[in-house]
């Protein structure tokens, strides 16, 4: 039986700012984006069955359709049900590390190991492009989380350029264990307070890396 065991990294934002109102109902963003040591540990395995299951250490972390990693795992299988047909359904185990609620896209993470690992054990021979344009589908943060390093983000955030690696660069994270915060509701209170300030027609490219150079 196949498995495989990935290592899914959280993200920071060294950078971020909201620059336009797109009108697919998301914010125009300009973003640095760092990945980080702490790290989730997802396996994937075969079971067997038509049945796709999540099994997480903590109590916290969904382990329905409202999972991310769940979700990742549908969207391969509608995506490519010969292989589906083929191998079957998956177990899939989080070994969660990284704060639920924190803005370090730990959900995502556990997503884009769910898509890689997929990719692995159905040989489907996918590119990191096809890959991050799989995860775009189901959360921004997705592309990113596939690929990690350092990227400037544009567009939603699904629009990724590498940036020059960190090195010898320490953080100090920290976070009260019982507030958590929902990027959709911080998103969604920012446009309710500031939405006369954001611009209502597409942002220029130019414009982006003019604010880029600012930062």
């Not at 980080?36 to 079971?47: F, G, P, Q």
């Not at 730990?106 to 021979?125: E, F, H, R, T, Y």
């Not at 990191?128 to 990227?151: K, M, N, R, V, Y």
Request: glycine share 8%.
């Amino acid at each position: 039986m196949r498995v495989y065991s990935l290592i899914a990294p959280a993200k920071i934002n060294l950078y971020l700012q909201i620059v336009g109102d797109r009108p697919d109902g998301f914010h125009e963003l300009v973003m640095v984006l760092q990945s980080i040591e702490l790290a989730d540990l997802v396996t994937v395995r075969a079971n067997g069955t038509d049945q796709t299951r999540i099994h997480c250490d903590n109590a916290e972390v969904p382990l329905d359709e409202t999972n991310l990693a769940y979700r990742a795992a549908v969207m391969m299988q509608q995506q490519f049900p010969n292989s589906f047909a083929k191998y079957g359904g998956v177990e899939i185990k989080i070994q969660k590390h990284i704060p639920i609620g924190a803005g370090l896209a730990g959900g995502s993470a556990n997503a884009a190991a769910a898509i890689v690992g997929l990719d692995l054990m159905w040989n489907l021979g996918l590119t990191q492009s096809e890959l991050q344009d799989l995860g775009a589908t189901l959360g921004s943060d997705i592309p990113f989380c596939i690929t990690g390093g350092t990227a400037l983000a544009t567009g939603r955030g699904e629009k990724l350029d590498p940036l020059p690696d960190l090195n010898q660069t320490y953080i100090v994270l920290a976070k009260y264990r019982h507030l958590p915060i929902s990027t959709p509701w911080a998103y969604k209170t920012y446009r309710q307070q500031f939405e006369k300030a954001i611009p209502k027609i597409p942002v220029r490219s130019k414009f982006v890396k003019n604010t880029l150079g600012q930062c």
